[in-house]
Every structure is written in C-alpha cells, then in structure tokens.
C-alpha cells in the first residue's frame, strides 16, 4: 500500500514538473517577444515549415471529416425528412469543434513531435548548454520562433479546415442526400454565426500554445541519448491530444456560458 | 585576492548518491592559465559548468570577478557569460548550421556588425585554429578533431575575458595539438585572457600552464607550477604525471574516479 502511494506520489510529482515546466515556458515566451524584430528570419522560416508540413495533412483529414460526418448525419437525418438541416449542422459543427480539434491533433502529431525531437536532440548532444554558454537564451533563440509560428500557422489552417469540411460535406449531401448546393449553404448560412467561427479559431489558438509549449518543454527535458528524444517525442503527442480534448471542453464550456457561443 | 578573477569557494556537488566534487578550492587570477588534470569522469567538465552557471553548487560558492555566481539572478548570468568563451568537449556546435554560421553565431546574437566583417572575422578565426575553407561545410562531415576546432573558433570569436577549454587537444594528431596549445599562449600572452583548461594531454598542460592543479577524489590535491609537479614527489600525482605502464599500478586505483 505504501508502495502504491509512494508512486502515486512520484508520478503525480512528475505531472506537475511537467506542468509547471510547461507553463514556465510559455510565461518565458511571452516576455521574449521583444525579440520578434531580431528572430524575424527564423519565425518566418518556422512559420513556412509549419505551413508546409500542416497544410497537406489538414486538407486530406478535413476532407474526409466533412464527408464522414456528412454522411453519418445525413443518414439518420433521411429517416426523419430532415435531411434539408445538414448544412447548418456541418458547418456549425466544423467550425465550432471539428476544425480546431483535429487541426490541433494533426499539429500536435506533426508539428508538436517535430519541435520535441529537434530540441531533444539538441539537448542530449549538448548543443543546448552550448547556447547557455555563448549567452544565448534558448527560449528567446529556439522556443520563441517556434511559438509564434505555431500560433500563426495553427488558425490559419484551422479556418481552412473548416471550409474544405463544410466543402466535401456538401459535395456528399448533394451525391447521397440529394440536398442541392444552394439548399445546404442557405441552410447552414441560417444557422451559422460569426460567433462560431471565431470561437473555433480561440480554441486553435490555445491548442498551439498548447503543442508549442509541450512539445518545447519535453524536447528541453529530454535525456538519456536517443532513447530520451524518443520518450519526449511520444510524450509530446499523448499530452497534446489529452490536453486538446480537455482544454476543448472547458473552453467549450466557457465559451457557451460567457460569450454565448452556441447558447 | 584583488587580482583573482575567478575562486571556487569550497565548492560541493552532489549528482544522486556520487559525490562529485568535495569541496573544492581554486583560486585563478587575472591572465593566468590554469590548468586542471585529473582522470576522465572525476569532475573536470562538472567544476567549469559551476563557473557559467550551468550547474549550481550544493554548497560553496563560486566567484567571477568579485561576483558570486552562485547568487546571481539568471539575467545576471546571461550578462556575465558574455565575458567567457568555452570550449565544450567535442565542440558541442549546432548541427543544424553550417560551420561559419556556428563560429559566426556569438557576434551575430551580440554584436551590431555588418554581415561582411562578421564573415572577415569568421574567416580569421577558423584560420587561428588551421581551418581554411570551411564555412559552407556542416558540422557532420567533419571529423571529432575540426570540431573541436571549429568549437575553439566559436569560443574566441568575441575575443572573450576569459577562456573555458574542455579537453581541447582530444582528438588531434600531435602536430596539430601543438598548434592548439601555442594558440592557447598566443592568447594569453597578446591578450591577457584568463584561461582554465582540462586536458589529459600532459606534455601539452606543461606547455600551456602557468599552474596546474589536479583533482582527486573531488578534491584539489596539489596546485603548483608545472616545474612542482615535475619535481613532486606525492604519488598520486606521480601516478597520473608519468602515467608510463609500469606505473599503472599505483595509488589510484584503476576503477577510480
């Protein structure tokens, strides 16, 4: 029993170093964004990176979300004569939870992973101490470009997941449910709202502070030679899609009670 | 003590149960080269990461030019480091950029030059250290030795105070260690940098040193001129000096650290 608590007591103190290491970093991040002018290059090149990487991935999974959920909706909507509502729930619901939420795990397992093996490699060949020593803060060098980039490139891709999923939606509810274009854009033009649009690209937002901080702080942590940056790697990708899906809810949940998005 | 630029005040660090340093002592003064020995593992690299805050000491204190950086805050620190150029084993350059950018790397985080005399100075620099036409080249392709040379030509770039070798000469075939180590006199004697370097080379520590001092068993146990250590008769340093073969079996045992 005492063997229980005592690792109880280990991991749940290895959670909140995690946390806290990860919190600290965003703080730091924060106060380095005076350098933005001094970094520009490398945010810029980090944000082409990201783009590139994200683009092609979010098309292919947003395509086939929007067609998924289309489809399994529509079905069930046909048994009731609904199905002319199908405009207004895929939009809605692309915008609103499946866009920034499979945007933020596609990023989380291309973006997040790459960030934690990159610096974890450097921190395990030293590379990092290197950068202490010649006075070079490598939150300020390494973390921070990456940041921005992420919060950048994160909405963005968002914003465009929604639209190729409200877009292959209605490509399959004009194949299978027979509901014209016009009859699914006016339907989903009725029901959608700015609100819930914007409320979308929040959460993306806060899901790339998430997945830059995370997988910056275990790339920074990482030890023990190459078996280190793989541990930080996977560790990267299990918090990020965790910490997605919950910030997801809260955020969902704040934003329905507060700002009245969806209410 | 006034013209002591850097003192290891009874200096212990701990890492888990192994004791690493205890209680060390050192004192370095302004344009002093001081050289430290002692057997791979027993605390050499570990005594000058204390010196640029990369490890915080258990106990004692650790002084830079009448500053304690044990108790400074980290903004201090990164101001401070300003002053040091080290020379980490293996070089530690970033694998990611080209050699030039890596020798370039301090003057451009830190300096306001333009980007022709930055690339003047990386040139002069890898030239110092025999490199010549390197700088499109990435740190990959080259062997452990240019590295630690292209290392040493990051580590001087800014023409730094003071000057942090670790294991400098490893990996390079004689002639050129000598090369290295008349680079470590050239400057001190041109410019009066403050050096503390940790080498297993001795003919090159006897070369290089204005004092040697060597660690044992977490402690400094002899600092001295290297005529002292030649005439010394303590043997355990005797051991370590003339480690010939017939003097493997001596005072330190073979497993020790």
């Known amino acids: 029993m005492s063997l229980n608590f005592a690792t109880l007591s280990k991991r749940s103190n290895a959670m909140l170093e995690t946390a806290g290491h990860a919190i600290l970093i965003i703080y730091e991040s924060f106060l380095f964004l005076r350098s933005v002018w001094a970094r520009r290059k490398e945010i810029v090149y980090q944000t082409y990176i990201c783009l590139v990487g994200g683009f092609p991935v979010t098309m292919l999974v947003a395509v086939f979300v929007g067609m998924v959920m289309t489809f399994q909706i529509g079905v069930f909507l046909l048994r009731f004569g609904q199905e002319s509502s199908i405009g207004s729930l895929v939009a809605v619901s692309m915008c609103r939870e499946l866009g920034p939420v499979w945007t933020g795990v596609i990023l989380a397992g291309l973006l997040g992973s790459k960030m934690a093996a990159e610096i974890g490699t450097m921190s395990v060949s030293e590379e990092i101490e290197a950068l202490q020593v010649m006075a070079i803060n490598p939150i300020r060098f390494l973390v921070m470009p990456r940041f921005i980039a992420l919060c950048l490139v994160c909405p963005l891709l968002t914003a465009y997941a929604d639209l190729v999923g409200i877009a292959s939606g209605m490509v399959i509810s004009a194949q299978i449910l027979h509901v014209d274009y016009s009859a699914f854009m006016s339907n989903a033009r009725e029901f959608l709202e700015f609100k819930d649009f914007w409320s979308g690209l929040i959460k993306s937002m806060v899901f790339a502070i998430t997945i830059a901080a995370v997988g910056c702080s275990q790339g920074l942590r990482a030890e023990k030679g190459a078996e280190g940056v793989g541990i930080a790697t996977m560790k990267t990708v299990v918090i990020c899609c965790v910490m997605i899906l919950l910030t997801d809810y809260v955020m969902g949940w704040f934003l329905m009670n507060f700002l009245g998005v969806g209410a | ?257």
């Open chain 2, 1 to 257: 003590m006034a013209d002591e630029m850097i003192v290891f005040d009874n200096v212990h660090k701990r890492f888990g149960s192994k004791h690493i340093l205890n209680g060390i002592n050192l004192a370095v003064k302004k344009g002093e080269t001081m050289v430290v020995i002692g057997r791979s593992g027993i605390g050499k690299s570990v005594t000058l990461k204390h010196l640029v805050g990369l490890v915080k000491p258990d106990q004692g204190e650790v002084w830079v030019d009448g500053k304690s950086v044990t108790r400074m805050p980290e903004w201090e620190v990164y101001e401070m480091r300003k002053r040091f150029g080290m020379l980490h084993q293996g070089g530690a350059l970033i694998r990611s950029m080209t050699v030039g950018e890596n020798v370039a790397l301090p003057l451009r985080e830190h300096d306001n030059y333009p980007e022709s005399e930055i690339w003047k100075k990386v040139k002069e620099k890898l030239a110092l250290v025999h490199l010549n036409e390197v700088e499109d080249m990435m740190p990959t392709i080259l062997s452990g030795g240019m590295r630690n040379r292209v290392g040493l030509a990051r580590a001087i770039i800014r023409e730094p105070e003071i000057i942090l070798y670790d294991e400098p000469t490893t990996g390079l075939d004689p002639i050129m260690a000598n090369a290295i180590n008349e680079l470590v006199v050239d400057l001190k004697n041109k410019f009066g940098v403050t050096s503390i370097v940790v080498t297993h080379d001795m003919p090159g520590a006897f070369r290089i040193a204005d004092r040697i001092a060597m660690l044992s068993k977490g402690k400094i146990i002899k600092i001295g001129s290297p005529q002292e250590f030649l005439e010394t008769e303590d043997p355990v340093v005797k051991q370590f000096v003339f480690g010939e073969e017939e003097q493997t079996e001596g005072p330190i045992p073979e497993s020790s650290t």
